[in-house]
Antibody, heavy 116, light 107 residues
């Protein structure tokens, strides 16, 4: 079945880096744009970034200040998000989601906790 | 950045009744508007895209309307599983943006 599975979250110290992964299955991964969306505890959804189906185009939320990098490997059917210089305010569940216009498939999310 | 504002923040409705949720954009997003449902502990689920088109498998009791800056999600006869948080999202401009959510609770 169509599925997205995130991994790579955990407890990380402030200032460190982290790479999140999203493994896709059940559909032609290389045909779809992919997004990262995050949700801080008890808060709403916050769009983070998108990458086009072939990886040539990327857009980011304004607040990221260049600390986040989205990428993909269409041979491995995997989406990535690298977060550098982690801050407490980056603490959130990070979801990957499929699509450019309306996100029709979501993963279950991976929790990132930034704490010393 | 386009700011999406949802109202009310919390809506209390009895099962079987109709619920009407609103979403307003700070500038026109044409019909490039989606609605999502998020139940506790779950990932969001796409309900509506293109302002009024139901996503695959979404029951007919969910309907969307509006264009430009003002949008509405209507749930015609609330079922127990519909009590959740609902978000609107614009995909007309970069960066994409979500509303802050409306919590639909049982009255």
């Amino acid at each position: 079945q169509v599925q997205l599975v995130e991994s790579g979250g955990g407890v990380v110290q402030p200032g460190r880096s982290l790479r999140l992964s999203c493994a896709a299955s059940g559909f032609t991964f290389s045909s779809y744009a992919m997004n990262w969306v995050r949700q801080a505890p008890g808060k709403g959804l916050e769009w983070v970034a998108v990458i086009s189906n072939d990886g040539t185009n990327k857009y980011y939320a304004d607040f990221l200040e260049g600390r986040f990098t989205i990428s993909r490997d269409n041979f491995k059917n995997t989406l990535y998000l690298v977060i550098n210089s982690l801050r407490a305010e980056d603490t959130a569940v990070y979801y990957c989601a499929r699509g450019m216009n309306g996100f029709d498939i979501w993963g279950q999310g991976t929790m990132v906790t930034v704490s010393s | 950045e386009i700011v999406m504002t949802q109202s009310p923040a919390t809506l209390s409705v009895s099962p079987g009744e109709r619920a009407t949720l609103s979403c307003r954009a700070s500038q026109s997003v044409s019909s490039n508007l989606a609605w999502y449902q998020q139940r506790p502990g779950q990932a969001p689920r796409l309900l509506i895209y293109g302002a009024f088109t139901r996503a695959t498998g979404i029951p007919a009791r969910f309907s969307g309307s509006g264009s430009g800056t003002d949008f509405t999600l209507t749930i015609s006869s609330l079922q127990s599983e519909d009590f959740a948080v609902y978000y609107c999202q614009q995909y007309n401009n970069w960066p994409r943006s979500f509303g802050q959510g409306t919590k639909l609770e049982i009255k």
